[in-house]
Protein backbone atom coordinates (compact mmCIF):
# COMPACT_ATOMS: atom_id res chain seq x y z
CA UNK A 1 0.00 0.00 0.00
CA UNK A 2 0.91 3.32 -0.77
CA UNK A 3 -0.91 6.85 -0.06
CA UNK A 4 -1.29 9.74 -2.32
CA UNK A 5 -3.00 13.21 -1.95
CA UNK A 6 -5.27 14.47 -4.00
CA UNK A 7 -4.10 17.78 -5.77
CA UNK A 8 -6.95 18.01 -8.44
CA UNK A 9 -8.20 20.82 -7.50
CA UNK A 10 -11.55 19.28 -6.75
CA UNK A 11 -13.41 16.24 -5.42
CA UNK A 12 -12.54 12.66 -7.50
CA UNK A 13 -14.82 9.58 -7.59
CA UNK A 14 -12.79 6.98 -7.22
CA UNK A 15 -14.23 2.95 -7.68
CA UNK A 16 -11.40 1.39 -6.60
CA UNK A 17 -11.56 3.26 -3.17
CA UNK A 18 -15.51 2.87 -2.99
CA UNK A 19 -15.85 6.36 -2.24
CA UNK A 20 -15.00 10.11 -2.97
CA UNK A 21 -11.69 11.20 -2.29
CA UNK A 22 -11.53 15.34 -1.61
CA UNK A 23 -9.14 17.97 -2.88
CA UNK A 24 -5.96 17.52 -1.05
CA UNK A 25 -7.10 14.23 1.02
CA UNK A 26 -4.48 11.88 1.51
CA UNK A 27 -5.11 8.40 1.76
CA UNK A 28 -3.79 4.37 1.13
CA UNK A 29 -4.03 2.73 -2.34
CA UNK A 30 -2.92 -0.17 -3.41
CA UNK A 31 0.37 -0.57 -5.65
CA UNK A 32 -1.45 -3.39 -7.89
CA UNK A 33 -3.70 -4.45 -9.34
CA UNK A 34 -6.33 -7.43 -7.52
CA UNK A 35 -4.63 -9.98 -10.74
CA UNK A 36 -1.18 -9.71 -10.21
CA UNK A 37 1.53 -12.06 -10.45
CA UNK A 38 5.35 -11.85 -9.49
CA UNK A 39 5.93 -12.73 -13.44
CA UNK A 40 3.14 -9.59 -14.44
CA UNK A 41 2.96 -7.21 -11.80
CA UNK A 42 0.20 -4.94 -12.63
CA UNK A 43 1.15 -2.05 -10.90
CA UNK A 44 -1.79 0.84 -10.92
CA UNK A 45 -0.38 4.52 -11.96
CA UNK A 46 -1.88 7.01 -10.34
CA UNK A 47 -2.00 10.15 -12.79
CA UNK A 48 0.41 12.50 -12.03
CA UNK A 49 -2.19 15.89 -12.71
CA UNK A 50 -4.32 14.41 -10.23
CA UNK A 51 -2.26 12.51 -7.49
CA UNK A 52 0.85 13.20 -5.34
CA UNK A 53 2.44 10.06 -3.67
CA UNK A 54 3.06 11.38 -0.28
CA UNK A 55 6.09 10.02 2.05
CA UNK A 56 5.58 7.51 4.81
CA UNK A 57 5.57 9.18 8.08
CA UNK A 58 8.72 9.39 9.95
CA UNK A 59 9.29 7.45 13.54
CA UNK A 60 7.58 8.85 16.44
CA UNK A 61 9.82 11.77 17.95
CA UNK A 62 10.17 9.41 21.14
CA UNK A 63 11.80 6.99 19.17
CA UNK A 64 14.12 9.41 17.42
CA UNK A 65 15.08 11.23 20.75
CA UNK A 66 16.06 7.86 22.28
CA UNK A 67 18.14 7.05 19.24
CA UNK A 68 19.68 10.30 19.63
CA UNK A 69 22.69 10.06 22.28
CA UNK A 70 25.87 12.20 22.10
CA UNK A 71 29.44 11.14 23.72
CA UNK A 72 30.68 13.98 25.63
CA UNK A 73 34.02 14.52 26.68
CA UNK A 74 35.95 12.37 24.33
Given amino acids: MSKVKN ?11 DRVV ?3 ETVDVPDFQAAHSDENPLPIVWP ?6 VAEAKAAKGSAKADNTTAKGM
Fill in 22 to 24: EDG
Fill in 7 to 17: ISGGPLDVPLL
Fill in 48 to 53: PDKWEA
